[in-house]
């Protein structure tokens, strides 16, 4: 494994309360230093699923809304027992790092972009999703009006989405992979798409729990997404079911994604949604 830069990102973890590991990787899911602490089978694990991580979130790119900008700024995961952060690290390198739950959120992401500063011409800046790569059918399947009369759109996700501001689509994941409904502004076609892309995201955030420390039964709580003009969700909705939304950049996404949990428990067959535990089949 290359240990180069690992000196760098030791400053994370020096400097932040509650912080606890850093790793730097290449597009390729290549290790290019990590902190001390973690194995090299968990570097080499976590740099895998980081690399993962983001070429899906970049996918998702065209379901948070067309823009002439869409770049994408980073990807955090939400477990009970810690965070886990992944930020563009120059062209074709990234820097992820765990903490426990309690860190200062707003100390960590400055710390993390700080440090990709810090590294100067050695990174450049992250690749963006240009908008002629991501227009064009995906554009066109998100103005489309979605399957009506068939089950596919829901209600109650409408309406979540018309009372938020800057809010846009939402599409509900059964435990198989498959999109079960979703806003009427959102085609089959497109829901699928996103379904695929978001069970892929789901899979690698589980494999990162490890990184947010050791836990006998570690939950995952979210996955969030943010682009340079909008935010995507991936949250649990009960029995092996996920939802996932996007909004514009100024959405109030607090508001948001509690509206939407307080919607889980109607689109969820059997009422109230359990916490989803990694070990879970």
Not at 136 to 144: E, H, I, T
């Amino acid at each position: 494994m290359t240990t180069d830069m690992s000196w760098m990102v030791r400053d994370i973890v020096d400097n932040v309360p509650r912080a606890l590991h850093a790793v730097v990787l290449s597009a390729d899911g290549l290790p290019r230093g990590a902190t001390d602490g973690l194995t090299d089978k968990d570097v080499r694990t976590i740099s895998a699923a980081m690399a993962g991580m983001q070429s899906l979130s970049r996918a998702t790119a065209h379901f948070a809304g067309p823009a002439e900008d869409r770049r994408w700024n980073q990807t955090v995961i939400e477990f009970s027992h810690g965070w886990i952060f992944l930020i563009g690290a120059g062209q074709g390198a990234y820097l992820a790092a765990a903490a426990e739950p309690d860190v200062d959120l707003q100390q960590i992401s400055f710390r993390m972009h700080r440090l990709v500063a810090r590294l100067g011409d050695s990174l450049t800046s992250p690749p963006r999703v240009s908008g002629a790569d991501e227009a064009g059918a995906d554009d066109a399947s998100v103005r489309r009006e979605g399957v009506r009369g068939s089950g596919f759109a829901l209600a109650e996700l409408d309406k979540v989405v018309a009372d938020v501001p800057g809010a846009l689509h939402a599409v509900l994941l059964g435990s198989d992979g498959l999109p079960r409904g979703a806003t009427s502004g959102i085609s089959k076609d497109l829901a699928d798409t996103i379904a695929a892309a978001m069970t892929g995201i789901h899979s690698y955030s589980r494999v990162t729990s490890q990184f947010a420390g050791a836990q006998a039964d570690p939950e995952w709580r979210q996955t969030v997404i943010e682009f340079q003009h909008g935010w995507i969700f991936l949250i649990a909705a009960g029995d092996g079911a996920f939802l996932s939304a996007a909004a514009e950049h100024d959405c109030d996404i607090e508001e948001f994604t509690s509206r939407l949990h307080d919607v889980v428990p109607e689109l969820s067959a059997g009422g109230a949604p359990r916490e989803e535990r990694v070990g879970d089949a």
